[in-house]
């Protein structure tokens, strides 16, 4: 399938903060990115302590929120990593100092990676789940939930076989909450709204690229924000897989990397579908 208006993939080769400026205002439904996280990916981007990663980000933050549009969504994955026995904060302290920008600190993500790595450490088991962040520049925003219902699973068919008289009607809590239940509700549907936590696999080696992870990924949030024809950004883009991602789905998209091996490697892989590199 050629690239066409509906699905264009932009490369720009450059630093984020620098590149962001040319992008117009108000003109971006959807950013889905994933930063180098702090002390990591040293020997690619140079890497950021943690100390100095919320002084890093914030700058390029003002410049997304004012490249998205107002019922845009802001995607960030991102994790803290732990060092002298403890949790670094500085993912939490990205997301106050977001906040004073005027981000909306809308909902988040857990994503859960169900073939991590394998370890030890005395204090501290294995981490297998990393965070996935929305921020919004408004209360209302573009969201398009029954794009990715989920298959209600075959538990409805026993548990809610043999129903009685109060199950099928909005009764009283029995232990004074104020909420009751209408089972009936779960009767006779095939499809139901996900939870917030995703679980995918990782995807590492096998990208050309140290921190890739799967297309399932930002194809998810693609489709829950954004409708065909609309503008997918990934500032931090990598190997290009949010860009791989919106264009299955018939969305444009802009990628912005600083290497420019990462660069080539989106290239090439356009050219396979294309006469011409964009």
Known sequence: MPLS????????????LEELINIPTNSIDLIFTSPPYADRRKNTYGGISPVKYVKWFMPIAKELKRVLKPEGTFILNIKEKAENGERNTYVLELILEMKKMGWLWTEEFIWVKKNCYPGKWPNRF????????????????????EEVMVPVGDWAKTRLKNLSPTDKIRDNSKVGSGFGKNISNWINREMVYPTNVIQLATECSNKNHSAAFPKALPEWFIRLFTKEGDVVLDPFVGSGTTLFAAYELRRNSIGIEIVPEYCEIIKNKIEKHNDRVL
């Not at 990393?130 to 939930?145: D, G, S």
């Open 5 to 16: 208006k509906l699905n264009k993939i932009e490369i720009i080769q450059g630093d984020c």
């Open 126 to 145: 294995r981490d297998a789940w990393e965070r996935i962040i929305q921020f919004n520049k408004n209360e209302k925003f573009a969201m398009y939930q």
